[in-house]
């Protein structure tokens, strides 16, 4: 995948680009900072269960692109920012989380509070595009390091390493499978 000469462009075949996988997570790198000044480009594999938890950036600007499965959503500042879940969030404007379906994008501009989650019992896809490069290419390669621990990821450790990639985690990362609406945690 590198360029053979300057101002040619770069075609990344289906299947390909440099996969990081551990049993549960899979992202594959379609577009790093090598190839591109603008933005990164993966594509991720959404465990059932995972939910990335609400956070924030201070530069980083996101996309993401629903392209298998169904994802649970929110790109808004709410009117309060609760600790534990974010799925119960509501904006100013009466804006809620939305249950994404294949075709569905998501922007993320920086400042923006955002999080995604699987709810459903099958894995997702997505395209995710963050900007600028290469930051997020460190961090999943990264992270899928602490979530491959048989213990399952340290809370410590990801909060550390979301501090040093200009992620302001607001509420937690979770990797098992999430509770019914309105049943205890």
């Known amino acids: ?46 465990p059932p269960g995972f939910d990335v938890g609400a956070h924030t950036h201070t530069r980083g600007e996101e996309l ?5 499965g169904e994802l649970e959503v929110l790109a808004f500042e709410p009117t309060v920012r609760t600790r534990d879940d974010w799925r119960g969030w509501e904006s100013a404007t009466g804006a809620r989380p939305v249950r994404a379906a294949p075709g569905t994008l998501i922007l993320v501009p920086p400042g923006c509070p955002h999080a995604f989650a699987n709810p459903t019992g099958k894995p997702a896809r997505m395209l995710f595009q963050s900007a600028p490069p290469p930051d997020h290419e460190r961090y999943f390669e990264e992270l899928l390091e602490l979530m491959d621990s048989p213990a399952g990821p340290d809370p410590a450790a990801v909060e550390a390493l979301r501090a040093r990639y200009d992620i302001q985690q607001l509420t937690p990362l979770r990797h098992a499978p999430l509770p ?3 049943s205890s945690r």
């Open 64 to 68: 993401f692109y629903v392209i298998e």
């Open 180 to 182: 019914a609406r309105g």
């Open 1 to 46: 995948m590198t360029l053979l000469y300057p101002g040619d462009g770069l075609v990344v075949p289906p299947g390909a680009g440099r996969t990081v996988k551990t049993p549960a997570q899979e992202v594959t790198f379609k577009v790093t900072g090598a190839h591109s000044r603008i933005a990164s480009t993966f594509e991720v594999v959404v």
